[in-house]
């Protein structure tokens, strides 16, 4: 098997993900924006995110049970090829002037159902492209090439928006995604093709039943994984980034400029976290698992002092650099923790079932992470004038995750 970092098929597959994420990010950021401009109100933008991601995660498990029953290579191509498509027509319906908030709410959630099982057919073939020396580093360029379009996409997604308009976003979004799927075409990933002797559905919920089971029954050890990464997206990730805007915007009153540069700290840490994983992890134990988030906690508590009435009063910069330099640390140690937590899952899952699995990972994460921004949202809000309090919560939040963790995982 050719199956290094730099092997011919694993190198495409991140070439085809540079493209197909790259695409997306721009074109949610971009139609996200034209809502917000033609509705004018905050709710109804809110709405749309919102409604828009609910059909992905409802529908990850069946991208899983796909992944395990057909050629993963073929299904990317497919996905990437419907999205163009999509794409494509959504820009000849606004040509023709008939677009609609309905619509891009429409076509919003079309993108999350496909991208939900578009990933559990590249997390699953990525153990099958590079051997299990190199899948801790293969999975940190996966997150990294999501990291950087995360930072990237809304850059892009707004200068086009801005200096070009909507069409050239789109038209350039179809583009890209028809790119990555020719990429795809000209890769190999190995597969045995399974026996269909039943209906579509009911194969595809059999399939998804054999996940349920193999997680919850099978494998204590993946369903204890599964259950830590559903706290750290509900207790933990998602401080950083609800508290943060607050933080950056209406405590510390930053100006658009120094608003732009702090919210870059998270995907800038993340990226560099997910390159170098495979520096970091080499002495990572699921068993010592706790040790990494107890310092995830530590780093958090000079950030709630970095926001308190003291540190406030002493000027701007004293608690802006505080609070970025060990949300850094925060971000990039959550990375590692995170590729290292979905690479552990991928060892012991069996080929057959890794995209069901992947997709169940997913797809509770995925549910979790809404709860977990509920709560910052109304912490933050409660404790408007004392904002440390609930940077302090996320800090007991994490100690309180190592400690379940170092029992659980012991």
Not at 47 to 53: D, F, M, T
């Amino acid at each position: 098997m050719n199956n290094g970092l730099f092997a011919r098929d694993f190198s495409l597959v991140v070439i085809g993900q540079i493209a197909s994420i790259l695409g997306s990010a721009v074109l949610r950021f971009a139609l996200n924006l034209y809502v917000l401009d033609v509705t004018g109100r905050a709710d109804i933008f809110a709405l749309v995110i919102a409604l828009s991601a609910v059909p992905g995660i409802l529908i990850g498990p069946v991208g899983g049970a796909l992944a395990d029953r057909f050629n993963r290579r073929n299904l990317m191509v497919i996905f990437d090829l419907t999205t163009s498509a999509i794409v494509a027509f959504l820009f000849v319906i606004l040509k023709t002037g008939n677009a609609s908030v309905l619509l891009i709410g429409i076509s919003l959630a079309v993108f999350s159902v496909i991208s939900s099982m578009y990933q559990p057919a590249v997390s699953a073939s990525v153990p099958l492209l590079v051997g299990d020396e190199k899948l801790t580093s293969a999975n940190g360029v996966v997150n990294g090439v999501g990291s950087l379009s995360f930072l990237i996409g809304p850059i892009l997604g707004g200068v086009l928006y801005g200096f070009a308009g909507l069409d050239i976003v789109i038209s350039a979004s179809a583009v890209l995604f028809f790119l990555s799927a020719v990429m795809e075409m000209f890769i190999h990933i190995p597969f045995a093709k399974r026996i269909i002797d039943t209906g579509i559905a009911r194969m595809i919920v059999q399939d998804m039943k054999a996940g349920l089971v193999y997680v919850v029954k099978k494998n204590p050890l993946v369903l204890k994984i599964l259950l830590l990464a559903a706290a750290l997206n509900m207790l933990i990730s998602p401080f950083f980034f609800i508290g943060t805007p607050y933080i950056l915007r209406i405590v510390m009153k930053s100006g658009e400029t120094l608003y732009g540069v702090g919210m870059a700290v998270a995907p800038l840490a993340s990226i560099l976290g997910a390159l170098s994983v495979g520096l970091f992890t080499k002495n990572m134990r699921l068993a010592t698992l706790h040790r990494n988030l107890a310092v995830c906690a530590l780093a958090i508590l000079p950030m709630s002092f970095a926001v308190t009435p003291f540190m406030l009063a002493r000027g701007y910069w004293p608690p802006f650099i505080i609070y970025f330099a060990f949300g850094s640390i925060y971000v990039f140690i959550g990375t590692l923790i995170s590729i290292f937590v979905i690479t552990a899952v991928q060892k012991e899952t069996p080929n057959e079932l890794l995209g069901k699995v992947m997709a169940f990972v997913m797809a509770i994460a995925q549910c979790a992470a809404p709860l977990g921004q509920a709560l910052y949202g109304l912490a933050f809000e409660r404790f408007n004038t004392v904002v440390y309090i609930p940077v302090l919560l996320a800090s007991f939040f994490a100690f309180a995750v190592s400690l379940v963790s170092k029992r659980i995982l012991k």
